[in-house]
């Protein structure tokens, strides 16, 4: 090892020049930074380029040779993800694709949590715009959830990893064969101009009701939400006849958010790789395409989804004109929905 791990005061955090105070750093890190990137990787066992391609899929930049930013949570993490890798799971791409994997979910989750937490400390200080005041109960409270939100997190993981189980034991394919599934995509029509008349606050309100709403909307009914950007949210059912209720259900509940959007939906059926909870295929991108061509307030499917339902009576499909979309030049969408409104 070069030198005592003791010798370099830290610079900054994974390259990033971090304004997190010292005793902050320590209680989310378990400890002291103590090691060089170099110092680090040996004490973990690990080349110094291999742990690099770790840090980097993690999200963070590489910091610089004589820099002391990793402490030991650091190296059993080096550990933990090259043991998964020498014990025979995966091969070196399936341990970037991990890392990679987990580090974009907790990315999300973490900035939500910080701007959660510092939203929560701002409201209970008289004065706010005392940084240091801020800074010291933001971290007295960071030190009392901290523990809950770990085991909440812990709690969530495990529930969602049995779940998976479920649905992976209930398909005959291979992990990397492609299975039948059912993608939706949902959007807000006009959300730019919606946008423009609300306040930063009421926007976040919003955005935060339309999220829940359709989370809930897409469980209830079966489904899952694999993302939500901005004014859409992705999601997928197992069967047609789930997808169909869910992009229904969909379209009623958001247009009753303050506000009144409409909401557009496009829904198809097929074969869909599954990677890294989100997927990929011909039947995605025509979920999309249709949502793009749907009008205000209305739900497409495509071929295959309406064939699915075949004569189930609690929905219709009327076929529709066909249109030119990018990367389909002839596409063929199907109007869905309920039989109460085939007067309308």
């Known amino acids: 090892m070069a030198g005592n791990p003791e010798q370099h005061a830290p610079t900054d955090q994974f390259g990033g020049g971090s304004q997190v105070p010292r005793d902050a750093q320590e209680l989310l890190l378990g400890g002291p930074p103590r090691y060089t990137r170099a110092q680090a990787a040996e004490r973990a066992g690990v080349s110094v380029e291999r742990a690099d391609r770790l840090w980097r899929s993690l999200g963070f930049a590489a910091p610089g ?22 014990a025979g799971v995966g ?7 991990l890392t990679r994997a987990v580090a974009q979910a907790m990315a999300r989750l973490t900035e939500w949590q910080v701007e959660m937490l510092r939203e929560m400390v701002a409201a209970r200080m008289t004065d706010s715009g005392d940084a240091d005041a801020l800074a010291e109960a933001g971290l007295a409270a960071a030190a009392a959830v901290l523990p809950g939100v770990e085991r909440l997190q812990r709690y969530v993981w495990r529930r969602h990893l049995l779940a998976a189980g479920d649905r992976l034991l209930a398909t005959a394919t291979q992990p990397s064969e492609p ?24 926007l976040a309100e919003f955005l935060e009701a339309f999220e829940d709403s359709a989370a809930s909307v897409v469980t209830e009914r079966g489904g899952r939400v694999i993302k939500t950007v901005g004014d859409e949210v992705m999601f997928v059912a197992d069967t047609a006849g789930a997808a169909a209720d869910i992009g229904l259900g969909l379209a009623d509940r958001i247009s009753a958010l303050d506000g009144r959007p409409d909401l557009r939906v496009g829904l198809a059926y097929g074969p869909v790789l599954r990677r890294l909870g989100d997927v990929y295929g011909t039947v995605v991108n025509l979920a999309s395409r249709l949502t793009s061509v749907a009008r205000p307030g209305t739900v497409l499917v495509d071929r295959e989804l309406a064939l699915a339902l075949g004569e189930d009576p609690d929905y219709r499909v009327t076929k529709l004109r066909r ?7 002839h596409l063929q969408p199907w109007l869905l929905r309920r039989p109460e409104h085939e007067r309308d």
Do not use: C, K, Q, Y
């Open 91 to 97: 091969d070196v791409n399936m341990e970037l694709a």
């Open 323 to 329: 249109v030119s979309v990018r990367g389909f030049a």
């Open 179 to 202: 299975a039948p599934l059912a993608v939706g995509f949902a959007d807000i029509v006009g959300f730019t101009s919606l946008s423009r008349g609300l306040t930063e606050a009421r």
């Open 65 to 86: 040779d004589a820099e002391v930013v990793f402490t030991d949570a650091d190296v059993d993490a080096l550990r933990t993800v090259t043991g998964l890798h020498d």
